[in-house]
């Protein structure tokens, strides 16, 4: 539980808080940004729980503000740090943007949802769905016809009831996000699929929906047999509004969903998963004078799918100077605030290979102090019409007690993860590229 | 939603309310602005269409609330505005009482017949906001005023008010316990436990939990039936609610271990959660009864449950992400099957925070085993060339560290290191001598090869830990290395320069030295030199009396005195590196919690709190029961005990400021002893410090796991958190430790 919640600019200056309990002064505060920056300047990590002089503060980042809580008891990070997200995430949904200017163009509104989303410091109503039907904008409205937020202790907490649309639909998205690592010998050394099924609901009433999945542990649990791949996920995550129980006695999702768009469940495969994209650099430097790369990029996927907007992020020293650049398909650019050159290829079929070279010149005398670090190489893709894992949508069943049809679209996409790399880029006589 | 339009109030709030001269002014609410407001909210009054101009004029005083100017003076007009029928105006008055109602006691009873007549809206929701607004206004006025109509909140047809009523009651006993317990609030609150409602049962239940720590006329303890019904609720209610239910369940003391295992599986549901603070309180949750259960299968089946989404966690923000693995740390030293097959899982990523890089480089030691243990040598190996140093550092330690831990891979650690030498960079170069210094005592006779090349580098040593490690590898081995003498004596050209460890650590060389090379003439005098320095022109004390010490040994009895320095040392492992287990039981009841980044026991940073521990029952399993902890009598509450410093010093068991070995305190021999001495210097300067203290603690432990030490009687009597100290003088647990006392309990820890 928290006893203050803030949020501060850069200069550590409250741009606005609340107070919970009495324990903990708000003068405190001002004390957050001295001690990170004292922290820095020690050479110490500013990691997001700290304590000083019997307050603890726990904070996160986001744009130009930071979101700090503080308590003087012994109490759940984790809640405190997942309510500031959830804070900040609805403070997004409200203002589109969090940051100075909106905080000071709704602050009003700010303070009404810190004293709904928090009472005493224990996190109370976090939906923004649900707060946005009782606080609003325009709030002369509620005084014309007072509503009670009956959905903040529905039973079904997330929808209200008398939601009505002319045409009912469900848009579906599949997206799975690629992480790996790709050692310097090549070998795979971590890959995890994040997939993430994201809805956009309008459906009227009070419908009740069930999910299938190619879930192999549904097989397995009803004894039945898939027709086709069943993928078996490690870890599941449901939005809150999905029947646990049921999933766990038989792997049935069911759920009555939330007015418009959610993240349904989230799951997680750590199966080996063959980079999609391989990229390998051929790094031939002479010090003091140049550097030149040869970089290979091939998609290790079926002919018939496409990658879009690939993006191939090489590390280049600072200090590189006078880029040349000829590559066989897309662009490349030279992006020094990112200390790597970038080669962009709009559309990169399954099955192709390219090869670009690069040249670099280096000053002639060298910084003693560069240590020789050696960044991945990184890579952004989207991969339309495909999921890496195999997952499908096998059905969506909608029954609302009007009966109405209502119909479900799928979309599947499989990407880049935050962390897509490859120490592949290898100085020349280690490792050899074999020209295509 | 189209954005506000808000900010304009906080400039308008300083120009256009003062005169123009006094824009400059630092203090902007000179009495006429407060006459400007005032003038203001009168003007409003007049043909004020649907109050949009007394909310102009509220809303310009928020702002300036905000901006953190004291508003006070305009309570009297303020409050006045709560006749007006408009929700949006009544908010920004409450809020104004919130802010300012304490400071002005008598001026409270104005605004008490609004909030009152409020209590009793036909809105839920302003019933709701009028009977929060008051809890939160700790004056006797209002806490009376607020009586009657909280009891009826309590008892309200809309769950909206009953849980924000639920709350209230846990507020105003932060402030008057009194008046609760006289108008008899908590059976009313306990009622709330039975109602329909999952949302109301969860508040309820959030304010139980804090009434039962505070006063002890509400006591809070499940019994099986009581907690199924909780969890029954646990299916709908919101997800912090959940949390609140959680945690509660750590009331429930089971009475037999099929109890604690029904449980489990009610809640094991709730490890799929998209909150991560859910997961992690049922994680807590599931390791605390499992503590009760005897069932090996159903343990590990938990066990095997858990895993997956501890992993899980690792894609989340990195502040989760780091909440998680100060856990999972702790987790898996007291479960070690969970997360055995998943140390790929902490590989770092290339643009992780370096505070999430080096906890999650902890737990791939932790979780290093021979099996994985070349991968994880190479990720260090990979790290060690980072930019950033902190992390850099740790990385070449910890691949030392892993020498010491695994055998098979200790001729690979020492090929990286030596790799990592030759790239000549200072730091990788300091780090890699300080852990090869521990590698030569944990492999006696096996990697001394390289001292010559250690040698080379000599010049390149500039910081103390790692310029004392090279001093007592060349004192240790001087009979092996043919120009000891020679080195020495360049290192002793600085002597009186030096930072203190590196002084005593010259001066044991220098005694090595000459009892391995005792015909040398350039030994005698080096020796002679050194022991005249230390006794007559050094000033710190514990140097020189060391000197001294030396000096008669070496006099007297040279036999004697080669015996006593160059005594057998007891070799060192990781293998007991592990915190203690109870300690670990007791810790592992704040999992998620501060308590539990921090791996301190809570009333050790934390004022007057009650510190918790597993409470015995007849389902206790004998392994969780042997290395029970028991807490302190209640007496001892009130012992003030230092605020912390702050975590991420001390968090970060390998800074390099930290006393270099631990084998000090255990060392059974008083030679070696002195020895050990010799090596850790920090113990003789700081012996009053308190990790010192602990580290003895935590050491006597050692072979008994905890309970018969007569020590230990002793420290109770003296101290109400002696039996505490395990959890955290084995804070240091990254440290190698002596052989000695490996305790095989592998198979206890499922």
């Known amino acids: ?436 | 939603m189209s954005a506000g339009q808000d900010a304009k109030f906080f400039t308008r709030g300083k120009i256009q309310v003062r005169p123009a001269k006094r824009v400059l002014s630092l203090h902007p609410q000179t009495p006429a602005s407060f006459q400007e407001f005032r003038q203001e909210l009168q003007d409003a009054e007049l043909k004020d269409k649907k109050f949009v101009k007394r909310k102009t004029v509220l809303k310009k005083i928020v702002a300036n609330i905000t901006m953190g100017n004291d508003m006070s003076p305009l309570y009297a007009d303020v409050v006045q505005c709560l006749s007006v029928p408009s929700l949006d105006i009544k908010k920004m008055v409450y809020l104004f009482l919130v802010s300012y109602g304490r400071s002005k006691p008598e001026q409270i009873r104005y605004a008490l017949p609004s909030l009152q007549q409020d209590c009793n809206d036909r809105d839920p929701l302003v019933r709701a906001l009028a009977i929060r607004t008051m809890s939160y206004i700790p004056l006797p006025a209002v806490t009376k005023a607020m009586i009657d109509p909280l009891r009826h909140c309590l008892q309200d047809k809309d769950p909206y008010v009953r849980k924000t009523a639920a709350m209230c009651v846990a507020k105003i006993a932060s402030y008057d316990l009194k008046i609760l317990e006289k108008e008899e609030f908590f059976p009313l609150l306990k009622d709330l436990l039975l109602d329909p409602n999952p949302v109301v049962v969860a508040n309820a239940v959030a304010a139980l939990t804090e009434l039962s720590e505070k006063t002890k006329s509400v006591s809070f303890g499940l019994d099986l039936q009581a907690a199924s019904k909780l969890v029954v609720a646990l299916a709908d209610c919101s997800e912090w609610g959940q949390i609140y239910i959680l945690d509660s369940l750590l009331t429930f003391v089971p009475q037999s271990t099929q109890d604690a295992e029904i449980l489990t599986e009610r809640i094991v549901v709730r490890l799929q959660s998209a909150n991560s603070a859910v997961v992690l309180t049922t994680i807590k949750v599931l390791l605390y009864l499992m503590n009760y259960m005897d069932d090996r299968r159903a343990i590990e089946v938990l066990c095997r449950k858990m895993g997956p989404p501890l992993v899980t966690l690792l894609s989340s923000g990195p502040e989760v992400q780091y909440v998680a693995l100060r856990n999972i740390l702790l987790i898996i030293q007291r479960r070690p099957t969970v997360l055995r097959n998943d140390v790929k899982a902490f590989f770092c990523k290339y643009n992780d925070p370096i505070y999430v890089k080096i906890a999650k480089m902890e737990c791939m030691y932790r979780l290093a085993r021979d099996e994985n243990a070349h991968a994880v040598l190479a990720e260090f190996v990979e790290y060690a060339s980072e930019v950033d140093l902190d992390f850099m550092r740790r990385a070449v330690r910890s691949i030392g560290r892993l020498a010491i831990k695994i055998e098979s891979l200790a001729d690979k650690c020492i090929e990286a290191l030596l790799d990592l030498i030759a790239s000549k960079v200072s730091y990788v170069l300091q780090e890699a001598i300080i852990v090869i210094k521990d590698i030569f005592r944990r492999y006696p006779g096996k990697y001394e090869g390289i001292i010559p090349t250690l040698c080379e580098n000599l010049d390149a040593l500039d910081e103390p830990e790692a310029k004392a490690a090279m001093v007592w590898i060349i004192g240790q081995y001087a009979n092996r290395i043919e120009n000891a003498d020679e080195l020495l004596d360049d290192l002793l050209y600085t002597f009186l320069e030096e930072s203190i460890e590196v002084q005593l650590a010259l001066l044991t060389a220098s005694v090595k030295l000459f009892i391995h090379k005792s015909t040398s003439e350039t030994a005698k005098n080096l020796v002679h030199k050194v022991l005249k320095w230390t006794t007559e022109e050094i000033d710190n004390p514990d140097l020189r009396d060391r000197g001294f010490m030396y000096w008669r040994l070496l006099a007297i009895n040279p036999a004697a005195a080669a015996e006593v320095v160059l005594c057998e040392k007891p070799a060192i492992s990781t293998d007991t590196d592990r915190m203690e287990r109870g300690a670990l039981d007791q810790l592992l009841l704040h999992t998620g919690s501060l308590s539990s980044i921090y791996h301190k026991n809570p009333e050790t940073f934390i004022r007057n709190v009650r510190g918790k521990a597993l409470t015995d029952s007849p389902a206790l399993n004998e392994a969780s029961r042997k290395v029970l902890i028991s807490l302190p009598p209640e007496t001892h509450l009130t012992i003030e005990t230092e605020p912390p410093p702050l975590p991420s010093r001390n968090a970060h068991p390998q800074s390099p400021s930290l006393p270099p070995l631990p084998s000090a305190t255990i060392t059974p021999t008083a030679t070696a002893g002195l020895e050990s001495a010799a090596l850790s210097p920090d113990r003789l300067l700081n012996n009053n410090d308190e990790e010192d203290e602990q580290e003895d603690e935590s050491s006597s432990d050692e072979g008994d796991a905890g309970s018969t030490n007569p020590n230990h009687g002793k420290n109770q009597m003296r101290d109400p958190y002696a039996d505490l100290d395990g959890a955290f003088g084995s804070y240091l647990n990254d440290e190698p430790k002596p052989l000695e006392g490996r305790r095989l309990d592998d198979d206890l820890l499922l």
């Open chain 1, 1 to 436: 539980m928290a006893s203050v919640v803030a949020i501060l600019d850069l200069k550590g200056k409250p741009l606005i808080q609340r107070s919970y309990r009495d324990d903990v002064s708000p003068s405190n505060l001002e004390r957050f940004l001295p001690l990170v920056l004292e922290l820095e300047e020690e050479g110490n990590q500013v990691t997001p729980c700290f304590s000083s002089q019997g307050i603890n503060f726990m904070h996160i980042r986001h744009n130009n503000v930071y979101l700090v809580a503080m308590s003087k008891r012994n109490t759940n990070a984790a809640e405190v740090i997942v309510f500031l997200h959830r804070l900040v995430q609805v403070l997004v949904e409200y203002f589109k943007e969090l940051e100075e200017e909106s905080i000071r163009d709704n602050f009003v509104i700010i303070y009404e949802l810190l004293d709904e989303m928090m009472d005493f410091g224990y996190p109370q109503t976090t939906e923004s769905k649900i707060l946005q039907e009782y606080i609003t904008q325009d709030a002369y409205k509620l005084t014309v016809a007072p509503t009670a937020p009956i959905t903040v202790t529905n039973a079904v907490s997330w929808r209200s009831e008398g939601i009505r649309y002319r045409k009912n639909e469900v848009f579906l998205d599949v997206i799975e996000s690629v992480n790996l690592l790709v050692n310097s010998n090549g070998a795979v050394v971590r890959s995890e699929i994040l997939g993430s099924v994201k809805m956009k609901c309008y459906l009227s009433g009070m419908p009740e929906l069930r999910l299938g999945l190619n879930d192999k542990a549904m097989f397995e649990s009803t004894g039945r047999t898939p027709h086709g791949k069943a993928v078996e996920m490690e870890d599941v995550k449901f939005h809150q509004c999905v029947r646990l129980s049921r999933f766990e006695s038989d792997r049935t999702i069911s759920f009555i969903p939330p007015d418009g768009e959610f993240e349904l469940m989230s799951y997680r495969l750590s199966t080996p998963v063959k980079p999609l994209i391989w990229v390998e650099a051929a790094v031939e430097s002479h010090k003091g004078s140049r550097v030149e790369y040869m970089v290979k990029v091939k998609a290790q996927f079926k002919r018939r799918s496409t990658a879009n907007n690939v993006e191939i992020y090489v590390p280049v020293s600072d200090d590189a100077d006078t880029p040349k650049f000829r590559a066989s398909t897309g662009s490349v650019q030279y992006a020094p605030d990112k200390s790597a050159f970038v080669w962009k290829i709009k559309q990169l079929g399954g099955g192709r290979e390219f090869l670009m070279r690069a040249h670099f010149g280096l000053p002639s005398v060298k910084n003693a102090e560069d240590s020789e670090r050696r960044p991945p190489i990184t890579v952004k893709f989207e991969i339309p019409y495909f999921t890496v894992s195999g997952i499908q949508v096998r059905y969506l069943k909608i029954v609302e007690k009007s009966g109405y049809q209502a119909l479900p679209w799928v979309r599947y996409i499989t990407q880049h993860g935050d962390d897509y790399s490859l120490r592949t880029a290898l100085e020349k006589g280690s490792a050899p590229i074999v020209p295509m």
